[in-house]
């Protein structure tokens, strides 16, 4: 193989402990506190922080009791829920409406299933036999 070659090569070893979205990984294995923080707060992992300054108090903290105390002291946080923003597709949407956005590049479907041609069909058929309707009326 091509790797055995290489002089000090090593396999990447894998990362011990969980390591949440954006954040760099714990020095101590936090991992306990960080379900348990989760299961208190009643929120996934990802969203419980854990005080980077206070690690060597919340390394010691192993049961539920503990991780309460410190979810009081402030040093365990729940954050708050990321924004999902529907800005960028209102305004989108506020283009389509214009006639942006809707060159043949963008169509998926054909053009029977974009506007099917019964429906054009039977719009003019109503709109002619309002107009007959209409007519007769006049007589």
Known sequence: SVFFSVPNFAWPQRSSGVR?????????????QKRLAAEIKKCG?????????????????????????LIKDGLIIRKAVKMHSRSRVRKNLEAKRKGRHTGIGKRRGTREARMPTKVLWMRRQRVLRRLLRKYRQQK
């Open 20 to 32: 949440s979205r954006g954040e760099p990984a714990e020095a101590m294995s936090m991992t306990l």
């Open 45 to 69: 992992r990802g969203r419980i922080w854990l005080d980077p300054n206070e690690a060597n108090e919340i390394s010691m903290a192993n049961s539920r009791f503990n991780i309460r105390k």
